[in-house]
C-alpha cells in the first residue's frame, strides 16, 4: 500500500518544567477516510488492513497518564533500561529519557517511526527506535522496565499478552501499564498474578477519563 501524508497539527505539552512538542494526525476520521480511499479493493480484503490505520497519530488519555506518571515517578526510570511497546507518537518515551531512563521505543505500524523521530527533534530529547511487533516477536535484550499504554484492546488470551510483555522484562524488573479501562484488564491482572507479579495501582483524570497506571512487579513472600 501506497504512503499517506496525513494532514498534521502540533500540540505541546508542559510536564514537569519540560514542554514537549508532538506532530500528531489531524483529525483520525479524516485520515481513515484517506487509507480507504488509498486501498485497492485486494488490500480492503486482507485481515491485516485494520493494523495499519494510523491510531498511533492521536496522543490518547492513557499514554498523557503514563508521561504524567512516568514525571512523577522518575526513580522508576531514572539509570534504568526501558522498553516502550506500542510507542505511537512517543510521549512516555520522551518523559522516561528526559527523567534520566535509557530507552528504546517499539512499535509495528511502519509510519510511527517518522513521527517519533520528528517529536524527538521538536522536543530536543534524543531516542532510540526499533521497529516491532511485541505480540509475536521478542529480542535478546532484557530490560529493567517495560511500559506501555492502552495495550489490552484486544480479546487475545490474557495470558498471551501477560506472558509478551514479560518476556522482555530483566529479574526483578518492573512493568509499568496505563490503561483508560479497557475490559480486558481484571483477567490480565489474574493472569500475570499467577505468574507471581504483583500490583500497585494509581489513577489520574486525563481528559476526563480514569486511567489507571499499573506497576507489576515480582511478588515478594
Known amino acids: 500500500m501506497k504512503k499517506i501524508n496525513y494532514p498534521r497539527k502540533t500540540l505541546?505539552?508542559?510536564i514537569g518544567e519540560k514542554l514537549y512538542i508532538l506532530e500528531v494526525i489531524r483529525d483520525l476520521d479524516e485520515a481513515i477516510d484517506l487509507i480507504c480511499d488509498s486501498m485497492t479493493e485486494a488490500e480492503k480484503l486482507d485481515p491485516f488492513a485494520?493494523?495499519?490505520?494510523?491510531y498511533f497519530g492521536v496522543l490518547w488519555p492513557a499514554g498523557l497518564g503514563l508521561a504524567y506518571f512516568l514525571q512523577?515517578?522518575?526513580?522508576?526510570?531514572k539509570g534504568k533500561s526501558v522498553l516502550e511497546l506500542g510507542?505511537?507518537?512517543?510521549l512516555p518515551s520522551l518523559v522516561a529519557t528526559t527523567m534520566g531512563g535509557e530507552v528504546l521505543t517499539t512499535d509495528f505500524h511502519p509510519d510511527v517511526e517518522e513521527y517519533f523521530l520528528r517529536n524527538c527533534r521538536h522536543s530536543s530529547v534524543p531516542g532510540k527506535y526499533r521497529r516491532l511487533n511485541w505480540r509475536e516477536e521478542g529480542m535478546a535484550e532484557k530490560f529493567d522496565v517495560v511500559m506501555g499504554s492502552d495495550v489490552l484492546y484486544e480479546s487475545k488470551h490474557p495470558r498471551e499478552v501477560a506472558q509478551?510483555?514479560?518476556?522482555?522484562?530483566?529479574?526483578?524488573?518492573?512493568?509499568?501499564?496505563?490503561?483508560?479501562?479497557?475490559?480486558?484488564?481484571?483477567?490480565?491482572?489474574?493472569?500475570i498474578s499467577a505468574m507471581g507479579m504483583g500490583e500497585e495501582r494509581s489513577s489520574y483524570e486525563i481528559d476526563g477519563k480514569t486511567i489507571s497506571i499499573l506497576v507489576l512487579s515480582e511478588k515478594t513472600e
Request: a neutral charge; proline letters at 7%.
Open 72 to 77: 512523577d515517578h522518575s526513580e522508576l526510570v
Open 50 to 54: 485494520e493494523d495499519l490505520c494510523p
Open 164 to 191: 509478551g510483555l514479560k518476556r522482555f522484562l530483566k529479574p526483578g524488573g518492573r512493568i509499568i501499564l496505563a490503561d483508560p479501562g479497557r475490559n480486558y484488564l481484571d483477567a490480565f491482572l489474574h493472569a
Open 12 to 14: 505541546s505539552h508542559k
Open 87 to 90: 510507542g505511537g507518537l512517543g
